[in-house]
């Protein structure tokens, strides 16, 4: 038996659950396969999510938000500096007639929320657990696509099929799509940090040789942290107690927030850049870190991939084929300027930051000074904080659409 689907979601994380839900708003009849049963799954862990305004506005609308039980952080000004460079930029809301910049949210706190609106919803059918074995090709108007269940494999069909299953997308694989991969040989330390002052709105990002160290105001006076350091220094760093690391992460920062005083368990993540080489394929779309996983220094990533979730869901709301060639490319073309403006900035603050050359260090500090000094050039990066990059998605404009 053949089980029929407008849309099929392969991967239930961050951005396949939005997009499920967003979908399902709009009475397309969706199949959403996930990986795991358990209602939180590894993705929903203690990492900090630094919302933009435009994600803000979107999850309000999508009614997720509300369902957060932990208070958020707002991030109402962004503190920016370098280490062995001179000149900052600070950026303030109230210059852009804005209360906040985003929120920052807990993922596990997150993935309650998503899980809470997945349990209310009437066109999306759940494929829990559930794992992808064969994408078939695109033929008669439709993909088959086997899932492997506890109850056997069921064999559904869909006018799109959306891989939205991560950097290592096995779905990406079997549309014969390829990614290029750039390791920045760096990891990435990821805590819940106490300090002797409360967070009072502000979100710090430390660029130094290593890696960011950035502090992002949570609601429970504490910081979320994100320490970088180099591939070779992982082993000893993941070594020391909490003390050493403490001071470690003092010295990598400085005092701007006062004395750090306590650290929570520390998770660590290799940091990768991979972009897919195309984001569409026949009746098959990319999307979230199946089309292009980021470096997660200015936290663009969950923003960028929730962006083009509800850029497709937009798309598909009036369509009388949610997989037409000619919308296919149209999500292409509107995705375009979004993506690689955001794979540009991300990718080169990564590199440039983080390049140890006495000679960059000047053109570095001016370029500092540049920004903290120019209106405009202030205005072009808040917005891009805020998520308004390209062709932006009307739930993320805060329009009901």
Do not use: K
């Amino acid at each position: 038996m053949e089980h029929a689907h407008q849309v099929l979601i392969v991967g239930g994380g961050l951005v396949g659950a939005s997009l499920a839900i967003a979908l399902d708003r709009a009475g397309i009849e969706t199949a959403l396969v996930e990986a795991t049963a358990d209602a939180m799954p590894a993705v929903f862990d203690q990492r900090n999510l630094s919302f933009a305004e435009a994600t803000v506005n979107a999850l309000t609308a999508l009614g997720v938000l509300q369902a957060v039980r932990s208070p958020s952080g707002p991030i109402r000004q962004i503190h920016v500096s370098r280490a062995g460079d001179f000149g900052r930029v600070r950026l303030d809301a109230r210059d852009y007639g804005r209360t906040q910049f985003g929120q920052v949210v807990v993922a596990r706190d997150f993935g309650q929320a998503l899980e809470a609106r997945l349990q209310t919803l009437t066109h999306v059918t759940r494929y829990r657990p559930g794992r992808v074995s064969a994408v078939g090709a695109a033929a008669g108007g439709r993909r088959i696509v086997d899932i492997e269940t506890p109850d056997g494999v069921v064999r559904a069909s869909a006018a799109l099929v959306v891989a939205a299953d991560g950097t290592r997308s096995l779905t990406r694989d079997a549309l014969g799509i390829e990614a290029e991969t750039h390791d920045y040989l760096q990891t990435l330390f990821v805590a819940r940090l106490q300090a002797a002052r409360a967070p009072d709105g502000i979100a710090y990002e430390r660029l130094t040789d290593s890696g960011p160290t950035a502090l992002l105001p949570r609601g429970d006076r504490h910081y979320g942290l994100v320490h970088g350091v180099t591939a070779g220094d992982v082993d000893a760093v993941a070594a020391l107690d909490d003390a050493a690391f403490l001071a470690r992460v003092q010295s990598a920062f400085g005092w701007r927030a006062g004395r750090f005083t306590a650290v929570g368990p520390r998770s660590r993540y290799p940091v990768r850049r991979v972009v897919a080489t195309a984001t569409t394929a026949p009746r098959a779309v990319l999307v979230g870190n199946a089309a292009q996983t980021l470096h997660p220094i200015g936290a663009q990533g969950f923003n960028l991939g929730l962006r083009d979730a509800l850029t497709l869901a937009e798309l598909v709301t009036d369509a009388a084929d949610p997989g037409a060639p000619a919308l296919l490319e149209r999500y292409a073309a509107r995705r375009r300027e979004d993506r690689s403006r955001t794979l540009a900035f991300s990718d080169g603050l990564a590199r440039l930051t983080s390049n140890p050359s006495r000679l960059l260090r000047p053109l570095r500090s001016l370029g500092l000074l540049a920004v903290d000094r120019d209106a405009a050039l202030q205005a072009m990066l808040a917005g891009g904080a805020m998520g308004y990059r390209g062709d932006v998605p009307a739930l993320c404009r805060g329009a009901a659409a």
